[in-house]
């Protein structure tokens, strides 16, 4: 994939998936503005990472919920790259699992603004940076296909939300920016580390037809893919990544 000339933004670049993706499109060639709320380290080591290697990034700290933190990033990632090619929203979480009768308004509302609304922001931010042939990637889940695991109804929702948003992007926005989602499954991450109980992992890995857990340079590679113009009759689409689990 070449993608040498272009321009990428990507959120919650600073670990886990968001990483390999910034790491994935520099290798082909992009520049990239990686937002980060928390994870500093791995921000920043990023770009030293691809600075090194002959590249351009940078590194900003900023909370994606909010319009003013979101303007800023797009802001900056314009005025050192000239336009955006490339947007990826990866920042979400499930914040933390809780049922129905359990859950106040207040959960469900963090929970769909850092999922869902995010995305929403950074690409209406974006859109008028976005040249002909731009293309949007955007991260769902497998929980927007079967509902989640216990207790994560509402990041079930807000990744649900995420594919239709996605659906109705690719109609809006084309034929000028391809949109496109992925549904990552089972992958080792901080999300699972923390969230999910490792005698889960081990059987739910099991229980794929490729017995393990996937990587968070599986779905970089997918995602930078579907942001290259190999893809380039590709939109609308939201793609499994899961090992089999799931099949849609």
Known sequence: MNLNGKAAIVTGGGRDIGRACVIRLAE??????????????????????IVAAGGQAFAMRGDMT????VKAFVERAVAEFGKIDIVM?????????????????????????????????????????????????NMASQAARDGGGGGAIAYAASKGAVLTMTRGMAKEFGPRIRVNALCPGMIDTDFHNVFTKPEVRTHVAGLTPLKREGSSKDVANLAVYLASDEAAFITGACIDINGGMLFS
Do not use: C
């Not at 809780?98 to 850092?114: C, F, P, R």
């Open 89 to 137: 929203p990866i920042t979400g979480g499930i914040v933390a699992r809780k049922t129905i009768s359990e859950m106040t308004l207040d959960h469900w509302q963090a929970v769909m603004d850092l999922n869902a609304t995010s995305a929403f922001l950074l690409i209406q931010a974006a859109l008028p940076h976005i040249p002909e042939g731009g293309a949007i990637v």
């Open 66 to 69: 909010k319009p003013a933190d």
């Open 28 to 49: 082909a060639g992009a520049k990239v503005a990686i937002n980060y709320h928390s994870s500093s380290e791995g921000a920043d080591s990023a770009v030293k990472e």
